[in-house]
């Protein structure tokens, strides 16, 4: 099927420090999405975005906290700078539609904050 | 307020028996999509069934199939001729048609299968 791929796949950084995820998504997709995951856990939602914005974000979604999708290249979740808290796994997403078919998942960026 | 919740943290079965998994949301939308999810001991995440809120018969693919009860908000995965492979953790999912959600998926904490040979 249809495969999101995400860069790295395992990030250890110091807190303070900058992080990048980066996020292929499915090709003709036009929506996307940021999901975190704290270790054994259910999945949550950080953000939306579509036509080069920001459509909704929750409360985990922190102003540390951005993404962008740079001349549709790479969709990225930047964070800058990293907190304890901020160790999880974040697993990218797309689709198609808002309301239509179902999300396809890439395989997470752990990203480990010492 | 939980939107969607999963109350079995682990279930057990025998290879080749039939494995049912609950789950129960709520919303306030008219319409709405379920869906399944597992994710493998290796974190992959894989779409396996959706049910749309419109659709009164119960969505069936190879050998998962839903128990959708809306008057009850109950949408449970039934697993037939459960095999090892379906070990993995199965999570439960509600997207709101309403106009503010785009698309957010609201999770359950997920139920853990162990597949006995």
């Known amino acids: 099927g249809p495969k999101v791929l995400q860069i790295p796949s395992h990030q250890i950084i110091d807190m303070g420090q900058m992080v990048t995820l980066n996020c292929d998504p499915v090709?003709?997709?036009?929506?996307f999405y940021w999901y975190k995951q704290i270790l054994g856990q259910q999945m949550e939602f950080l953000v939306n975005f579509y036509n080069g914005k920001v459509m909704e974000k929750s409360k985990l979604f922190k102003d540390q906290f951005s993404v962008e999708r740079p001349d549709g290249s790479y969709f990225t979740l930047k964070i800058q700078p990293t907190a304890l808290e901020d160790s999880a796994v974040y697993f990218c997403?797309?689709?198609?539609?808002?309301?239509?078919?179902?999300?396809?998942f890439g395989e997470g960026s752990k990203l480990t904050v010492l | 307020a939980q939107k969607v919740t999963q109350t079995q943290t682990s279930i057990s079965v025998m290879e080749k028996t039939t494995v049912t998994m609950d789950c129960v949301y709520e919303t306030q939308d008219s319409s709405y999509f379920l869906f399944w999810y597992k994710q493998t001991a290796s974190g992959e995440i894989v779409f396996l069934i959706r049910q749309d809120s419109y659709k009164k018969e119960n969505a069936t693919v190879g050998h998962y199939s839903l128990n959708f009860q809306k008057p009850k908000s109950s949408i449970g995965l039934i697993i037939t001729a459960t095999q090892i492979e379906d070990s993995a953790v199965y999570f439960c999912a509600m997207r709101e048609e309403g106009g503010s959600a785009l698309g957010r998926l609201h999770f359950g904490a997920g139920t853990q299968l162990i597949v006995i040979p």
């Open positions: 090709s003709n997709h036009l929506y």
């Open positions: 997403a797309s689709s198609w539609g808002a309301n239509t078919g179902q999300l396809y």
